[in-house]
């Protein structure tokens, strides 16, 4: 519940601190006094649209905070922790309205967007009017309400799985189609490009390994031909190695007396032929390896050619052709196995939708026999109300396309007098009329459908005593379930509250400024009130000692 609400320059109001409790509040005072300050204030917090002209005058900005004690299990909870809140504690609402128009929101002292403090407010707050129309033109509204009061949470959540359900399968039924429509126009496409995949088969690593050796073998073909020309030099009828053989010869047959000057050229002769023999050997072996076979250049090179050929045509890189065509043999799949599994979707698509009718007949079924519970309690409660003579019909229609709450549309009528055209509510109730009904509904679903706290502004306004009674004694039992506030003219109603605020205007002359204030009343000054509110400015012993019984009455 709201538990406090502190206001900084806003309107006529430089500073407020209100504490509030449960049961029933009432707000008093005279036209004019502020009481819809309060209200414009209260909204802001809650994340009501911003305005430049709340911030009172000659001052940069305003701000509201708004304070609710809340229970652990609350919803507002789970959306502070989905946003990363500190949800321990009290909930704290603020808004800072600055005069140029923008405004910052804050939830727990951290900053937020607008639309989240909206969110928190609508489950916490609810503000009616003697023209509010948030419960009674919606008839989305209307639904969730009525199902609130019948408690059909289990049903709403089976409708909402099926349809859930219904709506996943249906998806992909739609896509699975969709491929198959695809895999059929590409088909022809598919099987040549894949053929030509299969037919070259490229393999892994294959590019890099052709363009090695395709490289290799260039380069052996232009050192093929230095290594036969240095083969011809070493060896072969007039390589050096015979000349130098035959003068090793000459030179070793000379006679012995001039072998010591001999000696020393036949080593370094018998060492050049053991080296020419050494870089034949190496020449040899380098021809070896420099050796190919014929045509396997080419061939290296066509293969090369192809595979990229081949992977430029879509797109892709050469080590990409193998996944091409796995991806290829898929799509081809789709064809083969697409037309089982569209067939499969639709038998889980058709059983779907069977079982969301099931759900969404069921639960139509339950908003039917709990519109005419409704019906008998709300009507129970408009005779005391001064509306004796409408009757309240809530009217449940199977002719709207399926969706995520069912079937049904859901609108409440009214029959205001006998004889008259019944209709909905908005077009044929008045303002009066529409409140009451409002408050008789509230009354209904008081442990239902409810946000923690209620506000009403003034929804006894051109009522009689006896209504304005009747409506005091509604909204006090309304309080014995949730916190209620009400801004009320009707001494009745005042006199029925557990708490009272008296909102007055005061002006201090030396400053020249007029400013809304509100004082909480004790049991003797609610007395006060109470007869002022029944005699007017001038306060009558008669007019206290009638507030006295009404006080008395009321407790």
Partial sequence: MLVALSIRDIVLIEKLNL????????????????????????????????????VRAGYGEGQVTAVFDLPGDHAARQILNDNGIDADGDL????????????????????????????????LVEIHGQHDERALV??????ELLDAFAGHDDLVKDVADAWGRWQELDRALDDARAR???????????RHALEEIETLAPEPDEETALADARQRMMGAEKLAG?????????SGDDAADIRIAAILRRLERQPEPVQAMVAPVTDALAGALDALEGARLAIEVALRETAFEPGELERAEERLFALRALARKHNIAVDQLAAKADEMRAALLVIETGEGEVADLEKQVAAALDAYNAAAARLSK?????????????????????????????QVEQDIAPGRHGIDTVAFWVQTNPGTRAGPLMKVASGGELSRILLALKVSL??????????FDEIDTAVGGAVSDAIGKRLKQLAENVQVISITHAPQVAARASHHFRIAKTHERAKNLTATDVAVLDSDQRKEEIARMLAGATITDEARAAAAQLMAHAG
């Avoid at 603020?94 to 928190?120: I, K, Y």
């Avoid at 429509?181 to 022809?188: M, N, V």
């Fill in 180 to 190: 198959l429509d695809t895999a059929r126009r590409e088909e022809e496409f598919l």
């Fill in 138 to 143: 919606d008839a989305e509204t209307h639904r």
């Fill in 19 to 54: 504490t509030f409790e449960g049961d029933l509040t009432v707000l008093t005072g005279e036209t004019g006094a502020g009481k819809s300050i309060l209200l414009d204030a209260l909204s802001l917090a809650l994340g009501g649209r911003g305005d430049a002209a709340l």
């Fill in 226 to 234: 230095e290594f036969d020309e240095a083969m011809r030099a070493v």
């Fill in 446 to 455: 008081a442990e239902r459908g409810s946000a923690p706290t209620l506000v």
């Fill in 366 to 394: 339950a908003r039917e026999k709990a519109g005419l519970k409704l019906d008998k309690a709300i009507n129970k409660e408009l005779a005391p109300l001064k509306l004796e003579a409408a009757t309240f019909t809530t």
């Fill in 92 to 123: 704290l609402l603020r808004r800072v309205q600055s005069v140029d128009g923008r405004s910052r929101a804050f939830v727990n002292d951290q900053p937020v967007s607008v639309g989240l403090q909206r969110s928190l407010g609508q489950m």
